[in-house]
């Protein structure tokens, strides 16, 4: 992709996207590292966090596939929808993300537990890859709102897998690490 194809206010954006996604990435990492202070006792509501975001990236995955076949069918209205019903879920899922990271303590997958080895080849792909995507999905959406078809074609044809990708492990992560939720 020629940098030539793209415009000023394209490159601004593109600023924009990489201070976002820095920004995320920090805040993530603060919040594993559990340096800022909080509340106790941690609230109920905090608990069920997990499991929707779960349904969220359940969700998420249905409604990128189905995306993918309104576009394939040449509905680009239905296909527009669809990604902006899925990006508001995945803004959703991220403030539930930080909600719960910030309020409860992490969940390990128990040392020596069956298919642990698995579990954290899934998870170490999944956290990457959704550190990754991030930046591509606000790229992607910026050239589709903008009407850039052929630049927002070049970018989904690696956004749309990465983010089914991140969805579909998310799902998975939870329903492995699930059992050993003590709450």
Request: proline residues 11%.
């Given at each position: 992709m020629s940098s030539q194809n793209y415009t000023k206010q394209d490159k601004l954006i593109f600023k924009?996207?990489?201070?976002?996604?820095i920004f995320v990435f920090a805040a993530v990492l603060l919040l594993n590292r559990k340096v800022l202070p909080r509340p106790e006792?941690?609230?109920d509501f905090v608990y069920i966090l997990p499991a929707i975001n779960a349904i969220i990236n359940a969700t998420c995955t249905i409604l990128?596939?189905?995306s993918y076949y309104f576009i394939r069918q040449k509905n680009v209205t239905m296909?527009?929808?669809l990604n902006i019903t899925t990006f508001v879920l995945s803004a959703l899922f991220?403030?539930?993300?930080?909600?719960?990271?910030?309020m409860a303590d992490e969940t390990r997958f128990p040392v020596g537990?069956?298919?642990r080895s698995f579990y954290l080849t899934i998870l170490a792909s999944h956290i990457v890859l959704?550190?990754?995507?991030?930046?591509m999905i606000l790229i992607s959406f910026y050239l589709g709102l903008t009407q850039k078809v052929a630049l927002h074609?070049?970018?989904?044809?690696f956004t749309f897998p990465i983010w089914l990708y991140v969805t579909v492990t998310g799902v998975i992560v939870y329903l492995m690490l699930s059992p050993y939720y003590n709450h």
């Open positions: 924009w996207v990489a201070c976002i996604s006792p941690t609230p990128l596939l189905l296909h527009k929808r991220f403030i539930c993300y930080i909600t719960y990271h910030y537990a069956p298919y959704a550190a990754l995507v991030l930046p074609k070049k970018w989904v044809r």
